[in-house]
């Protein structure tokens, strides 16, 4: 009787012994269980993170692209205001060219007003020249007439007295009306 009920006892341990075990176990895949639900719940707050990375690095590249283009922006503002300085200058040289041409303008007319008074200075001594050798041929023609006519006086007055000598009357007649047709030739 003790016997038995020593075994039941036995059994009743051995039991529950192994309900702890199993509760054991049970616990043990429990735990692995939950191990893997947390494995799971971190891949999940990690996929979180990344996207939160990935939306952080997103905004920062809008940031960056912001930037950049307001470099850009700068940059071809710069481009423009050089275009423009460079129109103005442009501007600029035309002025100052046109002022250098006005210069060679005032130059060349100077030059030109030197030529028109040499030119005027060469007409003046020309027509003086030209004056004086004029006044020089008539001169000369003046004395040449005065010589001839002297001459002419002289040749008559033998012709006369030679006439005289022949026929005083005929002669002296001959030699006036001669004498009035050379008058007359001088004349014209």
């Known amino acids: 009787m003790k016997r038995k009920r020593q075994k039941e006892r036995a059994r009743e341990r051995e039991r529950e012994r192994e309900g702890e075990r199993e509760g054991e176990r049970e616990g043990e895949r429990k735990g692995e269980r939950e191990k893997e639900r947390e494995k799971e719940r971190e891949k999940e707050r990690e996929k979180e993170r990344e996207k939160e990375r990935e939306e952080r690095e997103k905004e920062r590249e809008k940031e960056r692209e912001k930037e950049r283009e307001k470099e850009r922006e700068k940059e071809r503002e710069g481009e423009r205001e050089g275009e423009r300085e460079g129109e103005r200058e442009g501007e600029r040289e035309k002025e100052r060219e046109k002022e250098r041409e006005k210069e060679r303008e005032k ?82």
């Open 107 to 188: 130059e060349r007319e100077k030059e030109r007003e030197k030529e028109r008074e040499k030119r005027e200075r060469r007409r003046e001594r020309e027509g003086r020249r030209e004056r004086e050798g004029r006044r020089e041929r008539e001169g000369r023609r003046e004395r040449e007439g005065r010589r001839e006519r002297e001459g002419r006086r002289e040749r008559e007055g033998e012709r006369e007295r030679e006439v005289g000598r022949e026929t005083k009357g005929q002669g002296r007649e001959k030699w006036q009306v001669e004498g009035r047709a050379e008058e007359r030739r001088e004349e014209r």
